[in-house]
């Protein structure tokens, strides 16, 4: 049962997220959660709060001085607002904005800057006083949950949802990145009530924080190690730590409601109680025996002689304690010493270089795990595991005739396997994801715990109406294009509910043509597919499954490798992805099929996916392997993929058993946009079509893509055939500086680099058309057989281009424009005249005779042997 509060509380704000903060001073405490205003608490006040009126919005973080606060709100805004005696508490200025909720917010002790996060991957520190002058902070990978400089004003420490603390040296004007703290604190949603904060030891150096293990850690600021841990008495995510002035007393709360006092010197507990829905605990900053709390109701507990028993009010009002180096350190009551991994906590390696030591190979710490380390073994639990004399006993050993069992932490070694992903769909990011991204429209849900609410999308409203439902099944996979909208669902043990499989049409003539199949017992979803006929899944259990667009089953088989990684359909045709063999860094191969369900005929079986290699320049160029990010068909029905290193490939030749090869047709990291460092950015990969690649553009070291819906751009497509040449000429004046020579002209090598890239790309496209149109046979259409003709053209306009380049840069060149005559397909010899007119207009008349003899030989049907 919950302890009775010793005090009543007083309402601050509506049920919801409350936030506490003193001021500087000690005489106010600003409180604001879930309302339009926050109320300041006067410090030995009774009397009702000041307020501040007309906020933005909810308030998600709180800062404040002694004569302002400021409130980070949900609709993105960070304002400062003035606060004094009565009601006319004022908005002074609105200091920074994001698009995204603000999460955290952080006063620099000089209180000149104040540090801002929200839903987005940027930090933004902005000086009050000038709010020109920002530093953008986006060394972390994904968004801050919690901000806080340490009292000497050196450290800005980031504790990012990725579990890892980023450590910003601001002594300076420009932050500056030193470190990621990796180990110490969780992986949690922003949304989470559990804490990931940095709490400061009032003289810095240390701060405290909460582990995934319900732990309370005290950790060196310079080299991430930890120095005391409090353990055992919470029973659950701590939510809220507080620092005594003086630092000799701790405040911890977690979600279950407990709150413990701390002695941080003994490690000794002083005080413990359990109150209901604690989030926010705070020790009054100037020394008086005053303690409060928020908590989930709106409601705000100011305890006035909060401490009872006089010896501990003492050390409340005592000197102000130094931080502990590790060699002053004593296992206490209720702490656990760092050097060996007792209680089951697992030791944390310290930091070299800012990441944690790794692994080596037969490493002596790994055959020794189980080894008397200073024989320091307390049998606190009664166990027996230590006799009368504090000596081990041996009861871990086997009898005479028994063996000892080698002992070691390394488990049998696994390969590392690639995640399977369902093609344009983003994970969980808070209480939302997308399902599907793609041409047509996109699929959304909404988290409600006890169910979720799917809303499609589609950028043609006029052919299509968007729609909305409640889902009860909570769909994580959804697959969308012109005819319906696919839905799975993973199974639910809980309430015994196998995997399912939802279509529905987007328009049909009967009444009902919606369906939906339950899988077996102990089968999951790995990944499904849509095409205009077929709805496909791959299961956990190594099947692919195909039913009609109105349920029937057609179609089942087992895979060859497994497990599957994904699978997309266009037509007829299946393509399934699958881990294969092991390569030697330990990571698997990845292998694909090509499957035509209709005919039941496989175009390619169990080939591999040509992924690249790491970027040089990558920081874990070493460590990093590279995987497959999206798989999908191109409007003209060939498969490509898009792998981590930026680059857009598509299968050619696929038709013919063993034949097929990946082409790159886009490596995004060589975008002009890109070079010189001009922007940091990424691309999520949605469709090919019409020859550009579509995409969405990733900002601020954003891996996927997050709400709003952001826009879609495109880029041309450009085969990587050689670095970029100088797109315009430039010479070096007398300072060394470059200057253009002749406005916008384009340089010869340019030109050439760039016909030559264009050359490539026409004929693989030609290649492409000429597959389609062979499969067909006598079938193809006409307009299949006439856009081919148009594309040999294309080639050859291309080389007749590249050809007069190569004629301007000399008579040297006159070998390779021949050459560039014989790759011309036109059989007619139209272009082969129009060949020798652009060699004589340039005066190049041995290669004019040159390539009129080469036509008169065409034309006669006699071919050249060289």
Not at 411 to 435: C, M, N, V
Not at 633 to 660: C, E, F, K
Request: aromatic share 8%; hydrophobic share 35%; with cysteine.
């Amino acid at each position: 049962m919950p302890d009775r509060p010793p005090i009543a509380p007083r309402v601050a704000q509506p049920p919801g997220k409350t936030f506490l903060r003193f001021s500087p001073d000690g005489q106010r405490m600003l409180v604001a959660g879930c309302a339009n205003y926050a109320r300041s608490f006067k410090t030995n006040d009774d009397g009702e709060p000041d307020m501040i009126d007309h906020v933005h919005d909810d308030t998600l973080a709180v800062a404040c001085g002694n004569d302002y606060a400021i409130l980070g709100a949900e609709d993105g805004s960070v304002c400062e607002y003035a606060v004094a005696d009565g009601h006319n508490n004022n908005l002074k200025e609105v200091l920074v904005r994001f698009t995204l909720p603000v999460r955290a917010l952080a006063l620099s002790p000089d209180e000149e800057f104040i540090a801002a996060s929200s839903d987005e991957i940027e930090v933004k520190v902005v000086n009050r006083h000038d709010i020109e002058r920002i530093h953008v902070l986006r060394s972390q990978p994904k968004p801050i949950k919690h901000l806080s400089y340490d009292p000497t004003g050196k450290w800005l420490a980031a504790s990012c949802t990725d579990g890892k603390i980023y450590m910003y040296n601001v002594e300076e004007e420009e932050p500056k990145f030193v470190k990621a703290i990796d180990g110490i604190i969780q992986r949690l949603e922003i949304v989470d009530d559990t804490t990931s904060a940095c709490f400061w030891h009032p003289q810095g150096k240390v701060f405290a924080c909460g582990t995934a293990s319900r732990e309370v850690i005290i950790v060196s600021a310079e080299d991430g190690k930890i120095i005391r841990r409090f353990a055992g008495l919470h029973n659950s995510p701590v939510t809220s730590i507080s620092w005594s002035p003086n630092a000799r007393l701790l405040a911890t709360s977690a979600i279950e409601g407990s709150l413990i006092v701390w002695d941080t010197v003994t490690g000794q507990v002083l005080q413990q109680n359990t109150y209901e829905k604690i989030l926010h605990v705070e020790w009054h900053n100037k020394g008086e025996n005053l303690f409060c709390w928020t908590n989930s109701w709106g409601e705000v507990y100011i305890t006035p002689g909060f401490l009872k028993n006089p010896a501990h009010v003492e050390l409340l009002k005592g000197a102000q304690e130094q931080p502990l180096p590790e060699a002053q350190q004593k296992p206490p009551q209720n702490t656990v010493p760092i050097k060996n991994g007792l209680n089951g906590v697992k030791p944390v390696r310290p930091l070299v270089n800012g990441r944690p030591r790794a692994h080596s190979p037969d490493s002596l710490d790994e055959y020794l795990a189980d080894a008397d380390d200073d024989q320091w073994i307390v049998d606190d639990d009664g166990a027996g595991y230590t006799n009368e004399n504090g000596k081990r006993t041996n009861g871990h050993l086997q009898g005479a005739n028994g063996h000892i069992e080698k002992k070691t932490r390394h488990e049998t070694w696994q390969p590392q396997i690639h995640e399977s992903f369902q093609p344009g769909a983003t994970p969980w990011r808070g209480d939302r994801k997308y399902l599907c991204l793609n041409l047509t429209g996109f699929v959304w849900t909404v988290n409600h715990d006890t169910h979720n609410t799917v809303t499609v999308e589609f950028y043609d409203r006029e052919t299509h109406r968007d729609f909305h439902f409640t889902d009860p099944f909570q769909y994580d996979k959804a697959c969308l294009n012109e005819h319906g909208t696919l839905f799975s669902a993973p199974p639910n043990p809980a309430e015994q509910q196998p995997a399912i499989i939802f279509y529905r049409p987007h328009e049909t003539w009967t009444n009902r043509a919606d369906f939906r199949v339950s899988l077996p017992d102990g089968e999951d979803i790995s990944c499904i597919a849509l095409s205009s006929r077929y709805v496909i899944a791959c299961t956990s259990k190594n099947y692919v499954r195909v039913w009609t667009l109105f349920g029937t089953p057609v179609r089942m088989w087992r895979m060859k490798s497994s497990p599957a990684v994904t699978c997309a359909a266009h037509n007829d045709l299946l393509i399934t992805v699958t881990n294969g063999a092991v390569n030697s860094d330990g990571t698997t191969q990845l292998i694909y099929s090509i499957d035509n369900i209709r005919y039941d005929e496989a175009h390619q079986n169990s080939d591999l996916v040509a992924l690249g290699t790491p970027h040089p320049d990558s920081d874990n160029y070493e460590d990093e392997s590279v995987t497959l990010k999206s798989l999908f068909w191109t409007d003209t029905g060939d498969p490509a993929i898009y792998d981590s290193t930026g680059t857009l490939l598509v299968l050619v030749h696929w038709r013919n058993m063993g034949q097929a090869k990946w082409v790159p047709i886009l490596d995004t990291r060589l975008l002009e946009r890109l070079q010189g460092g001009k922007k940091e950015e990424t691309y999520w990969p949605v469709a090919v079509a019409d020859q550009k690649f579509h995409c969405i553009i990733l900002k601020g070291g954003d891996k996927y893509p997050y709400f709003p819906r952001p826009l879609l751009s495109e880029f041309n497509l450009s085969i990587p055939i050689s670095r970029p040449s100088p797109k315009k000429k430039t010479s070096i004046d007398d300072d060394g500086n470059e200057i253009d020579m002749d406005g916008t002209e384009e340089t010869t090598a340019h030109q050439i680099t760039r016909l030559e890239e264009a050359y490539v790309r026409s004929t693989l496209m030609m290649s492409l058309l000429d597959d389609f149109v062979t499969s067909h046979g006598e079938h193809a259409r006409h307009t299949d057989k006439t856009e081919l003709t148009r594309r040999e053209i294309e080639v050859d306009k291309v080389l007749l281009q590249l050809l007069a380049s190569e004629c301007r840069e000399g008579e040297d060149r006159g070998m390779k424009a021949l050459e560039i005559v014989r790759m011309m397909r036109d059989r007619g010899g139209k272009m082969i005249e129009a060949a020798s007119k652009v060699a004589g207009r340039w005066g190049r008349t041995v290669l004019e005779e040159k390539i009129r003899e080469m036509g008169e030989r065409r034309l006669a049907g006699v071919e050249e042997d060289e």
